[in-house]
């Protein structure tokens, strides 16, 4: 039993820029407790964007989806290392990512960037799809089941008390 493919996501998964990226950032973080931003946190970003997207009827594809997630906080390594926020350094990683894509065109290429540029902060101006992508990434936290809680950055008042999604 087989998954329906996602070939455009696939090859962004494969991709030698994204690779390197997602293993520095792995590195980085190997002796961080709490909140890593590894493929676990990816996948779970994209399913609850995914989930998201359907019940509300938002009509973004799987792929678009799932592109936005696996390429949201790829220009971590950046902010720690130069204090570039993940969020810029992510949108031009995703863009020059992007280039390399088929399967998806450039209204659509152009929504996925814009996505990773929106997904940090809560916006009015946020896209659609940067808007889903902010969500589904805080809402991707179990802060209420966190072992290193005390020792996270976060106020209370951001955090996860429950499940939501």
Known sequence: MGFPAMPAVEQIRRHPVYQARLSWLVELESDRVFCR?????LLDTARIAYILNLERGLGFSKEVVYAAALLHDIGKGDQ??????????????????????????????????????????????????????????????????????????????????????
């Open 80 to 165: 720690y290392e130069s204090g570039t926020p993940h969020e810029i350094a992510g949108a031009q990683i995703a863009r020059e990512i992007l280039v390399d894509i088929d399967g998806f065109d450039v209204d659509e290429k152009a929504a996925i960037v814009a996505a990773v540029r929106e997904h940090r902060r809560r916006s009015a101006d946020a896209s659609p799809l940067g808007a889903l992508l902010c969500e589904a990434d805080k809402a991707s936290r179990a802060c209420y089941a966190c072992p290193a809680r005390n020792a996270c950055s976060w106020p209370a008042w951001k955090t996860n008390a429950g499940v939501g999604v």
């Open 37 to 41: 931003h590894g493929m676990v946190h």
